[in-house]
């Protein structure tokens, strides 16, 4: 039996991953964190959940001893904390919290040395197909075709473009040899001038409750291909997490990707 924590567990994908815990034969949820201000704190994980009780407060502190793995879907502020402190105390890590910046990444990486990690900005299934069905159109596609990435999801997502679609943009980049920093175009407004041909174009929709969406299109003259992918539950993100969560407690340190948890690499 694998012992999870949950860091967020009052959130909306931190209820997810309980409601997936409660649903799972061979983890169980032993502990469940919040922040020190969070009205949820006593609260049974499982109740907020909706599960029924599952005897889990929701603490605003993590005991070291009580857990082999910590989900983290929570902020980039916090999962530098938590990062932390399960490299202080050689815990299994996965990490889903998007708008991670090159420096935390690079902490993770650091980090990976002594302990393991899986880090993914969407732990869908689908999602991770996508990433390898981007890059081969990208091989066979190659320079002649347009590129532009539109995504979706709801009115309290907090940064933009999405982690998927930016993991999506460098997916193509890399296989095209590209550098995303330099052929990336977040919106476009006023008097843009033609679009030229090696940039990648971001768009981006923040509306009502839509879960995630993802459309990339690759546009030539005559023909257009486009590779969608549609979340309608956050529990395929819930479900990918505990996938990672099975995997990375029987792996040795490291920093790793959905990919590598199922085996596409
Ligand atoms: P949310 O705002 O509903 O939940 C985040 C929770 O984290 C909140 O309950 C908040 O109180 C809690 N939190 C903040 N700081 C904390 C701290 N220091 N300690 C403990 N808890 C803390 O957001 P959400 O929709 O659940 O998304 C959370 C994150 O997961 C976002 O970064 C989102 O983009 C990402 N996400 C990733 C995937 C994926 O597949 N990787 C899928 C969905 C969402």
């Known amino acids: 039996m694998i ?3 949950v860091a967020g567990a009052a959130g909306r994908m931190g209820r997810n991953l309980v409601t997936a815990c409660s649903e799972a034969d061979d983890l169980e949820l032993t ?3 919040e922040r020190a201000d969070s009205a949820a704190l006593g609260s049974d994980a499982g109740l907020l959940a909706g599960v029924g009780e599952r005897g889990v407060e929701i603490a605003d502190a993590l005991d070291p001893d009580a857990f082999d793995v910590l989900i983290d879907f929570t902020h980039p502020s916090a999962t530098v904390r938590h990062l932390e402190f399960c490299h202080r105390h050689g815990k299994r890590l996965v990490v889903g919290t998007t708008g991670c910046d090159a420096g935390l990444e690079g902490r993770m990486r650091a980090a990976g040395e002594d302990i393991a990690i899986v880090y993914a900005a969407n732990m869908s299934v689908g999602v ?3 990433l390898q069905l981007l890059a081969t159109a990208a091989a066979v596609l190659g320079d002649s075709v347009d590129i532009e990435i539109v995504e979706a999801h709801h009115r309290h997502k907090v940064d933009a473009p999405s982690g ?4 999506m943009g ?3 980049a ?3 040899g590209r550098d995303l920093g330099q052929c990336a175009v977040y919106g476009r407004e006023g008097q843009t001038g033609a679009r030229a041909r090696e940039t990648i174009g971001f768009a981006t929709i923040r509306a009502g409750d839509i879960v995630g969406e993802h459309s990339v299109i690759f546009a030539d003259e005559g023909e257009r291909i486009e590779i969608v992918h549609k979340a309608s539950s956050r529990m395929t993100f819930a479900r990918g997490a ?3 969560c099975r995997w990375i407690a029987a ?3 490291g920093l790793y990707a959905m990919r590598d948890v199922l085996g596409m690499r």
């Open 3 to 5: 012992r999870v924590a």
């Open 31 to 33: 502990q469940a964190l």
């Open 128 to 130: 991770n197909l996508c």
């Open 164 to 167: 998927t679609a930016l993991a």
């Open 170 to 172: 460098r997916t193509i």
């Open 174 to 176: 890399e296989t095209l």
């Open 242 to 244: 505990l996938r990672a």
């Open 251 to 253: 792996q040795k340190p």
